[in-house]
């Protein structure tokens, strides 16, 4: 029987994956803790391990995993910055889910625009105390403005038409553009980030794309623009965001993802200390609105990730890997 080990594993991990599991016959380890050098010997025993966003498969983990002999490494996510492709040199096969529902995903985008923009969050906080002031609490109607989505792969299409309804200009920026883009015109990053009353981030994190949001592209956007991060957090320079947010640059700021979000996101950590100040002055601010990373964290979508990750995992083992979904071949 194939046995795999699961990282940074939550309830709802083990209702998805275990009866899947049980039918493929496949013997799933859950853990709770996250995959790092100090954790990657939990894996001794296993032929595969599957890990999560902020499991850490640096060069030092892999090699562990390596002399362990380890064979597959399943991401149950799209996003793989967190696996480092050079130092996996042909010892592992590698697969990701690259969608499960892009969807769920841009339906969230759009959840924390409307909620940021119309203050939903600080009106619930107020009608719960018995308070029905709404001062404080206007927004801006959407329709008119313009929205700019950076990335136009599967999340950003699906922004792009979700918000066709919504009577907004679109523009986007991908370097690799589509030729069939419906709904939404290209334009280069800079005049997506001056023209913009609305930007919403879809791409992933690379060299390229780590701190496009600083203090200089922040300084060519609109006063009162809206952001939402759904991609990954460290697309912003927080101190940057903070700074611009003091001086009242922004309209609204909603983040699914935060750059340091390893230590805090899908923890409960309401009875410590926090230690992160960045994290901790955000959350004082009431335009900024925060969520944990749950972007992609819809019923269809779980269904989808679990069915995706463990046929991977069988491609793996028959060498029928669907190369969509790999992102490297052992050797
Ligand atoms: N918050 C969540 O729950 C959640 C869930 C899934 C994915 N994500 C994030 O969303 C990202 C996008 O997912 P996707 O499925 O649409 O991926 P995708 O690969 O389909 O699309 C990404 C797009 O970004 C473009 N891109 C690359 N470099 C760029 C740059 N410098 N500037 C602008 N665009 C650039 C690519 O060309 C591509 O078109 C993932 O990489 C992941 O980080 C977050």
Redesign the pocket.
């Known amino acids: 029987m194939t046995k795999v080990a699961f990282y940074d594993t939550k309830p709802y991990d083990k209702t998805w994956f275990k009866p899947l599991a049980e039918k493929m016959n496949l013997d799933i380890t859950f853990f709770e803790a996250r995959l790092n050098k100090d954790t990657a010997i939990l894996a001794t025993g296993n032929d595969a391990v599957c890990i999560f966003v902020n499991d850490e498969a640096d060069k030092d983990t892999l090699d562990i995993l390596y002399k362990q002999g380890i064979k597959t490494i399943l991401l149950r996510?799209?996003?793989y910055?967190n696996v480092d492709l050079k130092a996996v040199e042909g010892r592992f096969d590698v697969l990701r889910v690259?969608?499960y529902s892009?969807e769920a995903?841009a339906e969230?985008a759009l959840t924390l625009l409307l909620a940021v923009n119309r203050n939903v969050h600080r009106a619930y906080q107020r009608t719960r105390n018995f308070n029905f002031s709404i001062n404080g609490l206007m927004g801006i109607t959407l329709s008119g403005k313009t929205l700019g989505v950076?990335?136009?792969?599967?999340?950003?299409q699906a922004m792009i038409s979700i918000m066709q309804g919504f009577g907004l200009d679109i523009i986007c920026?991908?370097?690799?553009p589509l030729k069939d883009l419906k709904g939404a015109r290209y334009v280069t990053?800079d005049e997506l980030f001056e023209k913009s009353d609305i930007i919403s981030f879809?791409?992933?994190?690379?060299e390229?794309?780590k701190h496009?949001v600083n203090a200089k592209t922040i300084s060519e956007m609109k006063d009162g623009v809206i952001l939402v991060n759904?991609?990954?957090g460290a697309i912003v320079d927080t101190p940057a965001l903070i700074e611009a947010l003091k001086e009242g640059k922004f309209g609204g700021v909603g983040l699914?993802?935060y750059e340091e979000e390893d230590e805090y996101f899908f923890e409960d950590r309401s009875n410590e200390i926090i230690s992160n100040d960045e994290l901790s002055r955000l959350l004082t601010f009431p335009n900024v609105l925060i969520t944990s990373?749950?972007?992609?964290?819809t019923t269809e979508a779980m269904k989808a990730i679990a069915e995706t990750t463990l046929k991977n995992l069988e491609d793996s083992i028959n060498g029928t890997m669907d190369p969509k979904n790999t992102l490297a071949k052992r050797k």
Do not use: W
């Open positions: 996510c799209a996003g910055n690259p969608s892009p995903v969230f950076v990335g136009t792969g599967k999340i950003g920026y991908d370097p690799y990053i879809h791409c992933p994190l690379t390229e794309t496009m759904t991609s990954r699914d993802v990373h749950q972007a992609f964290f």
